[in-house]
């Protein structure tokens, strides 16, 4: 029972199930198992796909009772040598933005969830960034996982905070690249979100959704902004894991959608706990900050930093760095940068390369 990820207990699967888990499988080069994890919650689902390919990570679909979540895991090699990681990403994007980080990192034994609505995830609507934290703590929870070193980028920040309250026995340190937490007085009286998506009419629920394939993806997305500033293997990476194979139409659509999009960005300021959530992390954090927004900047333009510039001081044990020349994207711009910081071993200073 001391190991992180006990040995699987085969489980049947009616028909009807089988059939529905086979259609949700879009990577035909996988091996599937079906496993319950003997140390997992009650009634929690873990589903492991094992790639047939090297250099690709294992992925566990996990049922919290709610969603269908889905997290990939590197170099399982080296369970129990060391604290694990945990990776979080931002609106719009999946887990494996993370590959050109953990490159730049070496082998290390790290978890990146595709957060609800986003890569294989189960889609869903979103109306309070509460369920961010609670998906991930149900993830760190029945993956039994232990001293996590948690990194969350923007919204993935943010949940990283309320997860590492949910399971405070189970973190050992966070790093928060350029998190949506604002002032406190944000969060006071949020507006309230509309009845329809579609109504309010939010920049981003009007996203192309639909393409020709990852490649037409990357063509058009390597000449417009943020995009084209990503390093070209994390920009080969958001296409190639980001769109869904469709046949009605037929092509391949956007795994956030656009009205999934559209709702977290209108549900940003949800959360009114997230103060009294940080009031409660105990472990050592490191609050990585991108330049200051212009106060004329358009709405979609997230090149610079959402994160309250005073967010570091309310942590109990709280490290600001401002990176006045980075933009928010930090983790696709300058994956190298990121490892760096993910790798630091005392939340003071990043290793050395």
């Known amino acids: 029972m001391g190991s992180a990820l006990m040995g699987p207990v085969v489980i049947g699967l009616s028909s009807s199930q089988h ?20 140390t997992a919650p009650k009634g929690v689902l873990k589903i492991t796909v094992k790639p047939s390919r090297r250099n690709q990570p294992i992925e566990h679909r996990i049922q919290t009772g709610k969603v269908e979540l889905t997290c990939y895991e590197w170099h399982p090699e080296l369970r129990d040598t060391g604290a694990p990681f945990l990776f979080a990403h931002a609106t719009g994007f999946h887990g494996r933005v993370w590959d050109q980080t953990l490159h730049h990192l070496g082998p290390r034994w790290a978890f990146c969830l595709d957060q609800r609505g986003h890569g294989k995830s189960e889609t869903a609507l979103i ?32 949940a990283m905070v309320e997860a590492a309250v949910l399971q405070s026995h189970r973190f050992k340190r966070l790093l928060l690249i350029d998190p949506v937490i604002g002032p406190p007085d944000l969060y006071v009286d949020p507006p309230p979100l509309p009845s329809s998506i579609a109504d309010e009419g939010h920049p981003a629920g009007r996203r192309r959704d639909l393409f020709e394939s990852p490649e037409a993806m990357y063509a058009r997305f390597r000449k417009k902004a ?16 980001g769109l869904n194979a469709s046949t009605d139409p037929p092509g391949f659509r956007l795994a956030c959608p656009p009205q999934v999009e559209a709702s977290i960005y209108m549900s940003a300021r949800s959360n009114r706990k997230i103060f009294e959530s940080i ?15 212009d106060p004329d900047r358009n709405m979609m333009d997230f090149s610079s930093s959402p994160t309250w510039p005073a967010l570091a001081l309310t942590f109990a044990d709280g490290l600001d760095i401002h990176l006045p020349e980075a933009s ?17 071993r005392d939340a003071r200073q990043p290793e050395k390369s």
């Open 127 to 158: 109306s309070n960034w509460e369920v961010f934290g609670e998906d991930l703590s149900k993830v760190v929870e029945s993956l039994n996982l232990r001293s996590v070193i948690g990194v969350g980028h923007s919204m993935g920040g943010h």
């Open 19 to 38: 059939r529905t888990f086979m259609r949700s499988m879009r990577n035909d080069e996988a091996r599937v198992s079906c496993q319950l994890i003997a």
């Open 226 to 241: 943020p995009f084209c500033h990503f390093v070209p293997e994390a920009l080969r990476d958001y296409c190639d894991y």
């Open 279 to 293: 009031e409660q992390v105990s472990v050592p954090v490191t609050v990585l900050r991108a330049k200051q927004p």
């Open 328 to 344: 928010h994207f930090i983790p696709m711009e300058s994956p190298a940068l990121t490892a760096r910081w993910v790798a630091q």
